[in-house]
């Protein structure tokens, strides 16, 4: 969920939400003569953004990652415990 400020309301108070959004993984909508103008967030959670684009954007892995949501839908899945024994977990 996101937080919504305007500009004039971040100006005076920027420390304090950075360490929200540092800290407390907030995220903010930033308003500028009431449109939305920009995004604040934590850089773990841009990393993770940029990560999940990439992903996306290779078409093979697509294929793949829509192939496994396809097999669990249908209910052919493995049982955690015959994983963790496979791979020594």
Known sequence: MYNHITLKDLRPNLSG???EVDEELDRYIVSKHGRPVAVLLSLDDFEAL???AEEVQDKE???????????????RTVDWKVIKEKYHL
């Not at 294929?63 to 209910?75: D, H, L, P, V």
Request: proline share 0%.
């Open 61 to 75: 892995n697509l294929k793949r990652i829509k192939k496994g949501f396809a097999e669990a839908r249908s209910g």
């Open 50 to 52: 940029v990560d999940t």
């Open 17 to 19: 939400i950075i360490d």
